[in-house]
């Protein structure tokens, strides 16, 4: 495998308007390319929008999705790609033919479809269908998987994407910033985004603290340090309907270690080269060698009965 070059992408994207978030994409994309990037990714239902889902019908919901892969978005998609030469990776809403409805995140190139994935573990939507398989594919020789918000927060699945293959593992969030039992957490004022340029200060305390960043990195390195796999974290920024996301959208190493995050409250990207050496050279890696499944796979396969079909209830599920 040779180095691969990486963006992971921030912006504010407007609910329900495909035309508009996908001209954000095109823009992003566009600053990427010139910066010799190979790859790009972008938020959990970065083409649609998320958080307004949770109040739409049925019928609403099939009119906002698409078929993948002969949807508008989709071929929007490509065409970017194949305009700037990049991979880009999104998602959206998607149906079927029978009118089952998924989170989905799709990876794309210049020739077409890469891969798709569907979350397994979905909520804000009572309509939606969760994923029953996970996703590993290539791109320039790397191996790599897909885990879409909530999926990360259940260890088994990166544990699972990294026992199948991926090195990377792109994990498109929507998350941050909302109330939840753990001390700490709430809602972020819409009021501080509106003062963001006459008081900065006071939203990045937000932002950083305890109702956002600070969270995340009790956990979110851990995945690729105990993995040995690059994270590819990707978070909207700004107002997401009526919640108010805090980006730092972010690249971490199979050491756990940040390698580039995005520190600004503007539609951006941060960059990192990807070396293979570290996946091989990470404690994750000697770890996982070292494993004895014979002691606990029997305990780890045994019989569950998961909630995840009630979680979309809990307004404290986002984390």
């Known amino acids: 495998m040779k180095n691969l070059k990486i963006a992971s992408a921030q912006f504010e994207n407007k609910s329900g308007d495909k035309n508009y978030n996908l001209s954000v994409i095109e823009n992003l994309c566009r600053k990427a390319s010139v910066e010799g990037c190979d790859v790009i990714s ?99 020789g790397w191996k790599c998987g897909i885990l879409i918000c909530y999926d990360n927060n259940i260890i088994e699945n990166v544990r699972a994407t990294k026992l199948l293959g991926a090195d990377i593992i792109f994990m498109p969030h929507v998350t941050m910033c909302t109330p939840s039992t753990r001390p700490g957490a709430g809602f972020v004022s819409p009021q ?44 909207p920024i700004g107002m997401d309907d009526d919640q108010l996301k805090n980006g730092c959208s972010m690249i971490i190493d199979p050491f756990g270690d940040i390698l580039a995050e995005c520190r600004t409250f503007d539609d951006s990207f941060a960059t990192a080269v990807l070396t293979p050496e570290k996946c091989i050279q990470a404690g994750g890696h000697r770890y996982i060698k070292a494993r004895r499944p014979e002691l606990y796979k029997d305990i780890i396969g045994q019989d569950h009965k998961s909630e995840q079909n009630v979680v979309w209830l809990n307004p404290d599920a986002g984390e």
């Open 192 to 235: 501080l985004w509106e003062n963001r340029e006459t008081d900065p200060t006071s939203l990045r305390l937000e932002f950083d603290g305890m109702k956002g960043r600070d969270w995340l990195m009790k956990w979110l390195p851990a995945r690729a340090y105990d993995n040995a796999i690059y994270a590819i974290f990707s978070n």
């Open 42 to 140: 972008f938020h959990e239902c970065s083409i649609t929008g998320y958080t307004f889902a949770r109040s739409l019908s049925k019928e609403q919901m099939l009119d906002l999705a698409e078929l993948i892969p002969s949807g508008e978005s989709i071929l929007k998609l490509i065409e970017i790609a194949k305009n700037y030469n990049i991979v880009i990776l999104a998602g959206l809403f998607e149906k079927d033919k029978n009118n089952n409805l998924f989170k989905a995140y799709v990876c794309v190139d210049k020739n077409g479809l890469v891969a798709k994935y569907r979350k397994l573990h979905p909520f804000i939507n009572p309509y939606l269908t969760a994923g029953d398989s996970y996703c590993i594919f290539e791109i320039k």
